[in-house]
């Protein structure tokens, strides 16, 4: 990810002044008040074992922060409590597609119907590139949480896969003897991530507070 954020940062008005990586950014040792003076937003995406100790330090720093890594949100009320005790802004989110947050209101709404409906069983698939690490995808725990406090407490068959360069495929399914209903969202590439966490950026340095993305995107709901 941090290549293409670095390739469409301009885009969103933003210079990019410091990358940190696995190789300059050993313990921690990167997140210093002077590398950080005049960051205006930072953006992690780095990998599940590593999420929490560098959002602790940008909390401490209290640097604008998007968080796109996945596999860490069982920490997710530690990280939240820190950002508020230092003041600092946090945009969270597994996905920051646009389509894909549009696509798991449309799971939840399923759910609600699919709740009543005890002939249908479901399934939650993901599909990724083969350096991906965690699984399943931080989406899809997400979407099948979605379908839980949207009241559906059937089963669910979770799935995952991992190939090739594929860069995120999310299905969920519905089937009963009489039928089946699927439901897929597919990124063509990793740009609708980057753009997403780039206007997550732009908004989380000229705002405050620890938000979900959605909640930033669906701030103005559309008139039924
Ligand atoms: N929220 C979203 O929309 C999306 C989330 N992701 C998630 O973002 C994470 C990263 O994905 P990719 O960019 O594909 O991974 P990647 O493996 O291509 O890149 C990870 C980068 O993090 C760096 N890194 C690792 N440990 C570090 C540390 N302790 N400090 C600083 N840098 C460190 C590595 O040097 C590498 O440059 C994954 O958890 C993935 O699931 C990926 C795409 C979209
Ligand atoms: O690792 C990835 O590539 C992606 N990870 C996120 C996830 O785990 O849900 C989002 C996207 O699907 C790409």
């Keep these: 990810m941090g290549k293409m954020l670095e390739r469409l940062a301009p885009e969103y008005g933003?210079?990019?002044?410091?990358?940190?990586?696995?190789?300059n950014n050993?313990?921690?040792?990167?997140?210093?008040?002077?590398?950080?003076?005049?960051?205006?937003?930072?953006?992690?995406?780095?990998a599940p074992d590593a999420a929490v100790a560098?959002?602790?330090?940008?909390?401490?720093?209290?640097?604008?922060?998007?968080?796109?890594t996945t596999g860490w949100f069982g920490q997710l009320d530690h990280v939240r409590q820190l950002f508020e005790n230092n003041h600092a802004g946090l945009v969270y989110s597994p996905n920051y597609s646009i389509g894909v947050n549009i696509f798991q209101r449309i799971?939840?709404?399923?759910?609600?119907?699919?709740?009543?409906?005890?002939?249908?069983?479901?399934?939650?698939?993901?599909?990724?590139?083969?350096?991906?690490?965690?699984?399943?995808?931080?989406?899809?725990?997400?979407?099948?949480?979605?379908?839980r406090a949207a009241g559906y407490h059937n089963h669910v068959d979770v799935a995952s896969n991992r190939a090739g360069a594929v860069p995120g495929t999310h299905e969920i399914g519905f089937d009963s003897a009489a039928d089946t209903i699927t439901l897929r969202h597919t990124a063509r590439s990793r740009e609708g991530f980057a753009r997403g966490a780039l206007h997550a950026a732009k908004w989380i340095a000229a705002n405050k507070g620890v938000h979900e993305f959605s909640e930033i995107l669906f701030s103005s709901e559309p008139q039924s």
């Design 14 to 23: 933003f210079e990019v002044t410091l990358i940190l990586d696995i190789h």
């Design 26 to 46: 050993v313990n921690g040792s990167g997140f210093t008040a002077e590398n950080f003076r005049d960051v205006h937003a930072a953006i992690e995406f780095t």
């Design 54 to 68: 560098n959002l602790e330090k940008l909390a401490v720093l209290r640097v604008p922060t998007v968080a796109g």
């Design 107 to 147: 799971v939840t709404e399923a759910a609600v119907w699919m709740q009543q409906q005890p002939a249908y069983e479901a399934w939650a698939w993901e599909l990724h590139h083969s350096a991906k690490k965690d699984a399943p995808s931080g989406t899809l725990l997400k979407l099948v949480e979605g379908m």
